[in-house]
């Protein structure tokens, strides 16, 4: 029994003065601790009500707070190294939290561990194994934030960071030393004195700092609104979105003052990494800042000194920083509802901006293009309209509807539905599903199309739609919730992968496609596996290194493709750049978006350049042509 | 009442080509009842329009010279024909519809108790006058009722000019009363709208060339057919993006939106980002090698083929034509 | 400034016609409506003066009931109140008796300026402006792009053919039909929609206005046009396509 040797080392017999020292040091520091945290307590508390929070749904909560806080499944997964070492330091905390109260219990002559009894022993060694793991993940920390330096923890170096690494070293030091001392070794009078000071000046640097984030990113995750981007729906009608202090609510106050800075969301964002102004990590600070200068329930605007108007509108609304936050910090609402504030209170003046506005208040889609195009097409397609006898709604979307390319891939799924003889129809008096609008923070055009569309769908009886664009099935299936309950929809990939072994396969397989996940696909609605089963019928299937759920976007999103010029490099372009190094002979795409970015990015290219083929034409290419006299066989 | 009066409108000293496609329609109108047509000039000094009206095919040539008709006023256009008309007392009277007649006809009408049929494309028996609703998309046939003139005017391009024979008519002096005080409102100079910046938007005639030009050194091919035409020249976004061409002559999603008269596209296969910029356009031509290129959805008139023949040999023929 | 803008509700631009049994009208029930375009433009215009020199925006629109969502869209925007002059069957009849019943609806009003869109999108007869200036006898001036006021009246940039502009000079009272594309249109907001639910919107039932008098014109039947746009494709060499198209860009087109 090798480890009987080393036994805990308490201190005995404090004197008054000491006591009356601990006690008055203990006062002095929750009191600085409280002196900050009940300031932002307040701000957070004073905040309005969200509206539509409610807290039902406990499993899902108690799920999110044991995977993402408890097993720290977020800072693992996303950045495995400094995840590990900073879950060494959570799971340390966690495990240290009945030895410090016995600490300060001893203090007082009242320990309720003995070191030398069974589980005091036993918990005394288990709490050793992982200061053990604590001290050498917060040496990691600070190895990495010091002299490794990713640039996604800012330019400049936090020494406040570092203060903090060596109290939490020095704690877990002090701890692991007293197994090495004896009770009445002046040495352990020391140490448990030095622990001590050690934990009253962390206590109150924790408010002070962005260690915030370990009292309140718990309460952040466990309260989160869930889903993914959900946006709140007005409260009443003085409610416009984000405008003013008065807006902030309790969730988007708690969420920013839980930022810990660690800049995962900026290290994913494609504003951030093509040299826009927009940082998602600096809009969530913006806020903080807000609250500290402002505070809530004030009718200063949010944006103009502290966020710009600019950068929340460079916003694809990818997703990238919501999915990666390890706080629990709900981006997209926030980000959205600044959009909100500025544009449904007509604050956000862009030529571009008002022009699809104007066109979506009066037209029927976010092109402009006359709705007999559309007719036209389908006419040439020879497309049933939907009649209530068909299986399927073939939703077109505006892109599949109108833009040239995005009706190939919508003749290919047709042709590819009719090989496998689903039933579907068109409708022809279908209107954009106000994805755009929706994003860019227009209530009340998306509130129109919305309801316009719903109306429509109920009087021609859809059971079941399908469509091409992962767009409109996220806004049919989520948004327009807000407005009726719109019938189950799904995304060709989804169908298609149903029916993976009916479709044809490719005689040579060795072509190899990479393929870019859509973040309205992926991100949005955790489709991953179907377009790539679907897309390993015609070759072989590869991913680009930013893949799955850590796809870059490719700079449609978030209305931003009906904007104008972007600043710094296209979006698109540098995702196109680390599609075509894969080497790979096609890019397989599963949106009609992504496809249209690409085929501008890579029409710029002077190089040869790799096919670019949605996942239902790279089904369709194989089919036996001349048994199905399909539209195509039809055109001269 | 009867007779049909066709007011004629100058331009450069000489009848406008859309005053002969009115008359032309004032006769066509006068076939279905033999009556007869006068043309009407006024202005401050019309010699020349009469003589030149003298010289058709018309009944009279009624000439009102007025100080204050030197330069067009509503009020005084409006003054003039009033009298005239009720003078006449004319079945119908017929104008070229243009940005003159549409400022003062219908306050004339209104005037003379009466509606005025605007922007007639045919007339038939009856007669019916035929109009474009919901532009373009329909059309509706008109007839006017009541005892009093009926006023119309016909669109530019209705009616073919050359259709007016010769012949000689007597030239009639109208002296109509008008009152300097009567004139509300005080025309400037015209003007033309400012050279100085690229305003694609206003463009009547555009020249697009897209990556199909491969090379910037290929770029004269396209300027030589702009010149020819007195076009603009604008471009897709590639051609922007490579810097052969300034970015504010991208047209597209992301440049400018245009709706030329004609719009010209070489060399651009049509993606989506280029089509919402030009689809507006009246009429669009289409110059391509790839029959399946989306440019040709939209287009007009297309060609498949080579641009590098193709361009030089319309540039060729464009010069011939003038 | 006081300002009256006289808007038309028309079918939404692309919207898709079918012609009633009847074959005098379009079937109503099928196609949605919006502000008629050049209307919008009349609106932001008397937005801007009101922003400038301040004064009252009033809208007037005639038609049936749907008209009221047009006319809540204009006070949205930022109009402060509305008069809507209420009648089912209003498009049956002509561009007289239409503006006269605008004329009796403004004369009370007794405003500075009343501005109108050059043409409607549906019957584009673009005369209501210029006959409305007759019947309340005040100057007028169409086509116009641009508005400023002036000491003695206004200023407006007037649009010619082919490129030329005009400016004239006009004084108040007055009567401005205004064309696309002068100004930018704002977009309307949740907030302006919002606020429109407090403003005024006073109803006037066409008939109080006075009794039509039989149509001088009336439209007897509505057709589809025979031609439809289609490619045509020029084909032959290419001196041959060249030739046909000099040829096509001559007689068909007209540019040249």
């Not at chain 3, 869109?117 to 006898?137: H, W």
Request: with cysteine.
């Amino acid at each position: 029994m090798l480890l009987l040797t080393f036994t805990l080392a308490e201190p005995e017999n404090f004197a008054v003065w000491e006591k009356l020292l601990l006690a008055g040091l203990i006062i002095a520091s929750a009191a600085l601790f409280w002196r900050r945290f009940g300031v932002v307590l307040d701000r957070i508390l004073k905040s309005k009500n969200d509206p539509g929070f409610h807290l039902g749904n406990l499993g899902r909560r108690v799920w999110d707070f044991v995977s993402e806080v408890m097993l720290q499944s977020k800072v693992i997964r996303q950045r495995p190294l400094p995840g590990l070492a900073h879950a060494l330091v959570f799971w340390g905390f966690c495990a240290f939290a009945l030895v410090t109260v016995n600490h300060i219990a001893a203090g007082f002559g009242l320990p309720y561990l003995s070191p030398t009894g069974a589980f005091g022993r036993f918990y005394f060694y288990f709490a050793a194994i992982f200061a053990l793991a604590c001290a050498i993940g917060i040496l990691s920390l600070f190895i990495r934030r010091f002299f490794v330096r990713p640039r996604w923890l800012g330019a400049k170096l936090s020494w406040e960071s570092g203060f903090i690494a060596f109290l939490i070293f020095a704690l877990m030091a002090t701890y692991l030393a007293a197994f090495f001392t004896t009770n009445h070794a002046p040495a352990t009078r020391v140490l448990w004195w030095a622990h001590t000071l050690c934990l009253l000046v962390f206590l109150p640097i924790i408010p002070h700092t962005k260690h915030l984030h370990l009292v309140l990113s718990p309460a952040t995750v466990f309260l989160s609104r869930g889903g993914f981007s959900s946006i709140p729906p007005l409260d009443g009608d003085e409610d416009f979105g984000l405008v003013a202090g008065q807006d902030l609510t309790k969730l988007v106050s708690l969420q920013a003052y839980s930022c810990v800075e660690c800049g995962r969301c900026s290290e994913h964002c494609p504003a951030t990494n093509t040299g826009k102004i927009l940082n998602p990590k600096e809009i969530i600070l913006g806020v903080r800042a807000y609250l500290n200068d402002i505070g809530p329930r004030t009718e200063e605007p949010l944006l103009g000194k502290y966020n710009s108007q600019e950068a929340v509108f460079q916003c694809t609304t990818c997703g990238a920083c919501e999915f990666q936050c390890p706080v629990g910090i709900e981006h997209l609402p926030i980000m959205i509802g600044l959009r909100r504030g500025a544009v449904n209170t007509g604050a956000w003046e862009d030529d571009y901006g008002t022009k699809l506005f104007n066109q979506l208040e009066r037209g029927s889609n976010a092109l402009g293009i006359p709705a007999a195009e559309r007719d036209k097409f389908i006419q040439k397609e020879q497309f049933p309209t939907f009649d209530g006898t068909q299986e399927y709604c073939l939703w077109l979307g505006c892109m599949g509807g109108y833009d040239p390319k995005g009706r190939e891939i919508v003749a290919a799924f047709a042709r590819v539905m009719k090989h496998l003889g689903s039933s579907f129809g068109v409708l022809r008096k279908e209107k954009c599903t106000g994805d755009p609008v929706r994003r860019l923070g227009n209530d009340l055009v998306f509130q129109q199309l919305a309801e316009s569309n719903l109306e429509m769908l109920a009087q021609s009886k859809v059971g079941k739609i399908v469509t091409i664009c992962p767009h409109c099935v996220r806004t049919i299936q989520e948004d327009w919730k807000a407005y009726g309950t719109p019938p189950p929809i799904e995304h060709h990939s989804e169908f298609l992968a149903r029916f993976a072994d009916q479709l044809p396969r490719s005689d040579q397989n060795q072509e190899k496609i990479v393929f870019h996940d859509p973040c309205y696909l992926g991100r949005y609605r955790n489709v991953y596996d179907e377009p790539r089963a679907v897309a390993a019928t015609a070759g072989k299937v590869i991913d680009p290194p930013r893949a799955r759920e850590r796809s870059f976007c490719c700079g449609a999103g978030g209305g931003l493709v009906f904007l104008g010029e972007e600043t710094g490099e296209r979006v698109s372009h540098a995702r196109a750049q680390e599609l075509v190094a894969t080497g790979a002979s096609t890019i397989g795409t599963a949106c009609p978006f992504c496809n249209s970015m690409f085929r501008d990015a890579l029409g710029a290219s002077n190089q040869p350049v790799p096919q670019l083929l949605d996942i239902a034409q790279l089904v369709a290419r194989s089919l036996p042509a001349a048994s199905e006299p399909g539209p195509e066989s039809l055109k001269k | 009442m009867s007779g049909i009066l066709v007011v004629l409108e100058e331009r450069d000293g000489r009848v406008s080509r859309a005053s002969w496609e009115a008359l032309a329609a004032g006769r066509h109108l006068a076939g279905n009842s033999n009556q007869p047509v006068s043309t009407v000039v006024l202005g401050a000094n019309t010699e020349a329009t009469a003589a030149d009206t003298a010289a058709k095919s018309v009944a009279r040539v009624i000439r009102i010279a007025h100080p204050l008709l030197e330069r067009y006023t509503p009020d005084a256009y409006t003054a003039a024909l009033q009298q005239l008309i009720q003078s006449e007392s004319p079945a119908h009277v017929v104008f070229p519809h243009t940005y003159q007649v549409r400022d003062f006809a219908p306050a004339l009408a209104a005037r003379l108790g009466q509606v005025f049929i605007s922007d007639v494309v045919a007339i038939g028996d009856g007669p019916v006058f035929t109009r474009q609703l919901m532009q373009g998309r329909l059309t509706g046939n008109y007839r006017h009722q009541g005892n009093g003139p009926c006023l119309v005017s016909v669109q530019a391009g209705a009616f073919r000019a050359d259709a007016v024979p010769a012949g000689t008519a007597e030239i009639l002096p109208f002296d109509p009363q008008i009152d300097d005080a009567a004139i509300r409102t005080r025309p400037g100079e015209p003007f033309r709208g400012s050279a100085q910046t690229l305003d694609l938007g206003s463009a009547q005639l555009i020249v697009a060339v897209g990556r199909g030009i491969k090379e910037a050194e290929n770029l004269p091919l396209v300027q030589d057919l702009a010149g020819a035409l007195g076009a603009e020249i604008a471009a897709s976004r590639p051609i922007c993006d490579n810097g052969w061409l300034p970015m504010e002559r991208q047209v597209g999603s992301s440049g400018q939106t245009v709706a030329p008269k004609l719009y010209l596209a070489v060399g651009i296969s049509g993606a989506i980002q280029h089509l919402v910029g030009m689809k507006g356009s009246q009429c669009i031509v289409a110059i391509n090698k790839d029959p399946e290129a989306p440019i040709f959805e939209v287009a007009d008139y297309a060609i498949v083929g080579d641009l590098f023949e193709v361009v030089p040999a319309i540039t060729e023929a464009l010069k011939a034509a003038k | 400034m006081k300002i009256i803008v006289a808007i038309k509700q028309v079918p939404e631009r692309d919207a898709q016609v079918r012609i009633d049994s009847a074959g005098k009208w379009i079937e109503e029930a099928d196609v949605q409506f919006a502000m008629n375009e050049s209307d919008a433009y009349a609106l932001e215009e008397a937005l801007q003066l009101k922003e400038k020199h301040g004064g009252e925006v009033i809208v007037l629109s005639a038609g049936p009931e749907r008209v009221g969502t047009t006319i809540r869209e204009a006070l949205a925007k930022g109009a402060d109140r509305a008069i809507h002059i209420d009648g089912d069957k209003l498009h049956e009849l002509d561009a007289l008796a239409v503006a006269r019943l605008l004329a009796a609806a403004i004369k009370p009003e007794s405003p500075d300026l009343v501005l109108t869109g050059l043409q409607s999108d549906d019957l584009g007869l673009g005369q209501t402006g210029v006959i409305l200036a007759e019947l309340l006898g005040h100057p007028h001036a169409s086509l116009i792009l641009t508005v400023e006021k002036t000491d003695s009246g206004l200023n407006v940039k007037r649009e010619l053919e082919n490129g030329w502009f005009q400016t004239i000079e006009l004084p108040l009272p007055a009567v401005l039909t205004i064309q696309s594309g002068g100004n930018k249109l704002r977009y309307a907001t949740l907030m302006g929609i919002k606020r429109a639910k407090t403003k005024e919107l006073r109803r006037v039932a066409a008939s109080e206005l006075g009794a039509p008098a039989t149509p001088l014109a009336v439209l007897e039947s509505i057709a589809l046009p025979q031609k439809q746009r289609s490619t045509q494709v020029l084909p032959g060499t290419a001196k041959e396509a060249a030739a046909a198209l000099v040829e096509k860009l001559k007689f068909e087109v007209r540019i040249l």
